[in-house]
Structures are given as C-alpha cells and as structure tokens.
C-alpha cells in the first residue's frame, strides 16, 4: 500500500478524534461509578450510558447490509444519527468541562456540536465517518464496562440473575466494540467492511 498525505491525514484526525472520545468517556465512566439515584447527577448518568448505548449499536447498524425492507428505509438515516450522538456526546463532555462541569452549558455545547455533527453528516460523509468510528468504539467499550462492572457488583450480592443479564449485556457490547474496531480500521484504509 502506497501511503499518500490523504492517507496520514486520515490516520493523524482518527487518533486525535480517538483520544479526545477516549478522555471524555472515560472521565465520565469512571466519574459515574458508584452513585446512586439518589444523587443529584443521576439523570446525567443515566442519559449518559443511554447515549453509550446507542452510539454503538448505530455504528454497527451503520455495517449491516440487510434484506429487510424496513431497516432499508431507516439506513440512510444511520450515519446521520451517529454524528449527532457523537457530537453531542463530546460536547457535553467538553462544554461542561471547560466551565467547572456547568451542566446547562454542556447541555448548549451538546447540541450545538450535535447540530454541526448533523450538518457535516450530510455534506461531508467521509469526513464523518473517520471522526464517529472510533468515537463509537470507545462508547461501545464504555457501556461494556459499565455492564461488567454492574455485573461484577450484582455478583458480590448475591443478586445473580442481574448479574448474569448484566454480564451478557456486558458480553455483547465487547463483541459490539470488536465489530466497530474492524470497522473504523477498514475505514482507515479506504474499505467498507461488510457485516
């Protein structure tokens, strides 16, 4: 393979894209453990794994090539909602950051970076999908975690059907973040993988 500067360049945006979605996921995971509903950031955490959640499950539903006539007409919408939730996601993370963790201007910041992620989406789409895929690989991860360690924490209880739905939801997620580690490497070299 002939490395070319549009190669390089891929490559230099995917790295960086990768460690600014690696710090701000794993500051908000990590940040997250061990509180309760009773806290007063519990609705941030819980749209927070929401918004995990998702991220990954759209990019590997951004990969699955189908017969079904249904998900045919939503596909075009995929790669759309994917910049969105990612934008958003780094916004929070990023606008509360930078003002002593102000919710309601991570809140602005999320959609206004939603809303740019939104319009890159339809105008640029491979820009988009160098800077969302590995976005969606740490998110997926993220909520993996979230899911084992929740797993881990039902186990110590005794509370062993919640531990094992959470370990199997735990399990899929890894596969899920294998899926999309495949996927933004072949995107890097200028392939679309097939799933």
Not at 5 to 29: E, P, Q, R, T
Request: hydrophobic fraction near 50%; include cysteine; charge should be positive.
């Amino acid at each position: 393979m002939r490395i070319t500067m549009k190669y390089i360049s891929k490559i230099i945006v995917a790295v960086l894209v990768s460690i600014l979605a690696f710090d701000a996921i794993a500051n908000m995971v990590l940040g997250s453990l061990g509180k309760t509903p009773e806290t007063s950031e519990w609705n941030y955490i819980l749209i927070l794994y929401i918004f995990l959640a998702t991220i990954g499950v759209i990019a590997v539903a951004s990969n699955i090539k189908t017969q079904l006539k249904l998900f045919n007409r939503f596909q075009p919408l995929v790669p759309i909602l994917s910049a969105t939730l990612n934008c958003a996601l780094l916004g929070f993370y990023y606008g509360g950051s930078m003002t002593n963790n102000n919710p309601q201007v991570g809140i602005i910041t999320a959609i206004a970076l939603g809303m740019i992620g939104t319009i890159l989406s339809l105008k640029q789409q491979q820009i988009i999908i160098i800077l969302t895929a590995p976005i969606a690989t740490i998110a997926a991860y993220g909520f993996a975690f979230y899911a084992g360690t929740n797993a881990i924490a039902l186990f110590n209880v005794s509370k062993l059907l919640g531990g094992i739905l959470w370990g199997i939801i735990c399990l899929i997620y890894i596969g899920i973040t294998i899926t999309n580690l495949s996927s933004t490497l072949s995107h890097l070299k200028g392939q679309k993988l097939n799933t």
